[in-house]
C-alpha cells in the first residue's frame, strides 16, 4: 500500500482513515455539547498538522464536518425550543454551535486556499471543488447566523472570507454547480445559493428579530433561495449590493456605489412573488404548507409574522424610517420590565428611577430613540422587552419598547426603541360589573382618535371580549375593547373604545 504522505506518517491520531472513522465514532453522542466541542477539537488539530498531505487534509475535514451535523441539529433545536433557559446553559450551547461553525469556516476556506495557492496534491481535489466551496459559504453563513442569535458583537472580517470564496467559486466556473451537500440530507444547492442565503439573511434585518424569528427567517431563506436574483450591475428593482473586494457586510443602495468589477447586486427576485403567495396561502388556510421545511412545527401566526418581516426588508424599496432622527447627545433613566414600569408609573416608595440604569440618548425621533448602552447588567435585554424611559433631569416616564438590538463587545451595546406612549398614569381596572385589583396602565400620548384609550396591561390579565371599567374622580370609564395594539412576553398594549358615566348618588 502507497503512503498518502510518501514516508513516514505524521504523529496524529488521525494520521490513518480508518483511525479518524473511529475516534468519530467514539464520540460521545449522548452529550451534544460535548461532541461539538471534541469536534471543533479535531477540525483545529487537523488544520494545524503540519504533515498532512493537502489531499488527506481536506478529505479529514469533510469527514468531520458531516460526523457534525446530526449534533449541530440537535443543539440548534435544543438552543431554539427553550425559550428559558437557565443563562450558564444558554452560553454554553451558543459557544459551542458558534464555535463548531467558526472552526469549519476557518478549515474550508484554508482547505480552499490550498487548492487556490496549487499546493502539492490539491489539484486532486479540483472536482470536488464545488462541495468544498459551498460546504465553506454554508459554514460562514452559520457563523453570520449565530453571530446575530446574540446580537453581535460581529466580526466583520467573516464577510471578507465569504467575499473571498464567492469569488473564487466566480473565477472557477464552479459558481453554479450543482452538490449534494451532505450524505442523507435530501436537496441540491450550489455555492451561488449559499451565497445568496448569506447575504439576504443579512439584509432582512435580523438584528429586530428574536432568536426563533431569527431561526425561521434562516429556514424561510433558504425555501426561497432559488429564485433569489444576483447581478453585476445595478438594476431598478435591487436594493442591496456586496463588494468582493472588501470585508464589508451587504449594504442597501441609498445611493449608487462607485462601479468596479468586484461588486454584486442582490434582491429577492421571484422570491418576493413566492413569498407574498405564501402569505395569503396561510392566512387563508391557518395552517404551513407541509412542503416549506422549517426543522419543526411553529403556529401559523408566528410565521406569518416573519414572511410579513421579510416581505417588508425583501421588497424593491425597503422600509424606510417614517420619522426624521435627530443626533443628540444625553442621558437617559432606564427601567425594565412590567414590574419596573408600573412601580415607577404608580411612584412606589423606592421606585423613583434612582436605581434606574443609566444609557445614552444618540439620536431621536417622533418615534423613538436610539441609545448606546456603556454596560449591559444582567441578561434581561432583549427584542420586545418593555422600557420606562426618563430624560435625565425630567420628571415624567415615557414608555417604549426594544425594536433593535446590537452589542459591539460583550458587554457593550446599541438599541433601537419604538415609543409606546410619551406620558402614562396608573389606572386600578376592573371587569366590567365585577370585582377589581388589576392595575394597569393608561397610555396618554395624544395619538389616540377621539373616545378611544390605549391601555398596558400585564400578559394573561386581560379576557378577549369582556368589557374593563375604571373610576375617574366621580366617573366611571367603560373601556370597550377594539384590539391589541401589540404585545411582548410581560405585556399587552390594548386599545378600548372609552365612554364616560355619571355615578348615581347611591353609589
Not at 446 to 473: C, D, H, I, W
Request: hydrophobic content about 40%; charged content about 25%.
Amino acid at each position: 500500500m502507497i503512503s498518502l504522505f510518501g514516508g513516514k506518517k505524521p504523529d496524529h491520531p488521525m494520521a490513518g482513515i480508518r483511525e479518524a472513522r473511529k475516534l468519530l465514532e467514539e464520540l460521545p453522542a449522548t452529550d451534544t455539547v460535548k461532541c461539538a466541542e471534541e469536534l471543533t477539537h479535531w477540525l483545529q488539530s487537523v488544520m494545524a498538522e503540519e504533515g498532512f498531505k493537502a489531499e488527506y487534509r481536506i478529505q479529514l475535514v469533510q469527514l468531520i464536518d458531516e460526523a457534525a451535523q446530526t449534533q449541530l441539529r440537535k443543539l440548534a433545536r435544543e438552543y431554539m425550543a427553550t425559550p428559558r433557559l437557565a443563562k450558564f446553559q444558554e452560553i454554553r450551547l451558543w459557544r459551542a454551535i458558534y464555535e463548531y461553525w467558526r472552526e469549519a469556516g476557518l478549515a474550508y476556506s484554508g482547505c480552499i486556499d490550498l487548492y487556490a495557492a496549487g499546493a502539492k496534491g490539491a489539484d486532486a481535489q479540483k472536482g470536488g471543488m464545488p462541495l468544498l466551496l459551498a460546504r465553506a459559504l454554508r459554514a460562514l453563513a452559520a457563523q453570520v447566523k449565530w453571530m446575530y442569535v446574540r446580537y453581535g458583537p460581529m466580526d466583520q472580517s467573516v464577510w471578507g472570507v465569504i467575499a473571498k470564496v464567492y469569488a473564487l467559486a466566480e473565477t472557477r466556473n464552479f459558481a453554479q454547480t450543482r452538490v449534494t451537500l451532505y450524505p442523507g440530507v435530501p436537496g441540491e444547492s450550489t455555492p451561488e445559493q449559499e451565497f445568496l442565503k448569506a447575504v439576504m439573511l443579512s439584509a432582512s434585518s435580523p438584528d429586530s428579530l428574536l432568536p426563533l424569528e431569527m431561526e425561521l427567517c434562516e429556514r424561510l431563506i433558504a425555501h426561497f433561495c432559488t429564485s433569489f436574483t444576483l447581478r453585476l450591475d445595478q438594476q431598478p428593482d435591487i436594493a442591496y449590493w456586496i463588494d468582493l473586494a472588501t470585508s464589508q457586510a451587504p449594504l442597501r443602495l441609498a445611493r449608487p456605489p462607485q462601479h468596479a468589477p468586484t461588486l454584486r447586486f442582490f434582491a429577492a427576485g421571484k422570491a418576493l412573488e413566492d413569498l407574498e403567495a405564501l402569505i395569503d396561502t396561510i392566512k387563508t388556510s391557518g395552517a404551513v404548507p407541509s412542503q416549506v421545511n422549517l426543522g419543526g412545527s411553529y403556529p401559523a401566526d408566528t410565521v406569518l409574522d416573519v414572511l410579513n418581516h421579510l416581505a417588508l426588508y425583501w421588497s424593491p424599496r425597503p422600509p424606510e424610517r417614517r420619522h426624521q432622527r435627530h443626533r443628540v447627545k444625553s442621558r437617559l433613566n432606564v427601567v425594565h420590565g412590567y414590574d419596573g414600569v408600573l412601580a415607577v408609573i404608580g411612584g412606589e416608595p423606592g421606585h423613583d428611577g434612582s436605581g434606574a440604569e443609566s444609557w445614552i440618548v444618540e439620536n431621536v425621533s417622533a418615534g423613538g430613540f436610539g441609545a448606546g448602552i456603556p454596560e449591559v447588567k444582567g441578561e434581561w435585554l432583549k427584542i420586545g422587552c418593555l422600557l420606562g424611559l426618563q430624560p435625565e433631569g425630567g420628571d415624567n416616564w415615557v414608555l417604549g419598547v426594544i425594536r433593535r438590538l446590537q452589542r459591539e463587545v460583550p458587554l457593550k451595546g446599541s438599541v433601537g426603541i419604538q415609543t409606546i406612549a410619551r406620558s402614562a398614569q396608573l389606572v386600578e381596572l376592573s371587569v366590567s360589573g365585577g370585582a377589581g385589583g388589576e392595575s394597569g396602565i393608561l397610555s396618554v400620548d395624544g395619538s389616540e382618535p377621539p373616545g378611544e384609550v390605549r391601555v398596558l396591561l400585564r400578559t394573561g390579565a386581560f379576557v378577549p371580549g369582556q368589557n374593563m371599567e375604571y373610576r375617574k374622580g366621580e366617573k366611571t370609564c367603560l373601556l370597550i375593547p377594539q384590539g391589541v395594539v401589540l404585545s411582548g412576553e410581560e405585556f399587552e398594549l390594548l386599545r378600548f373604545r372609552e365612554l364616560i358615566r355619571e355615578n348615581s348618588s347611591e353609589e
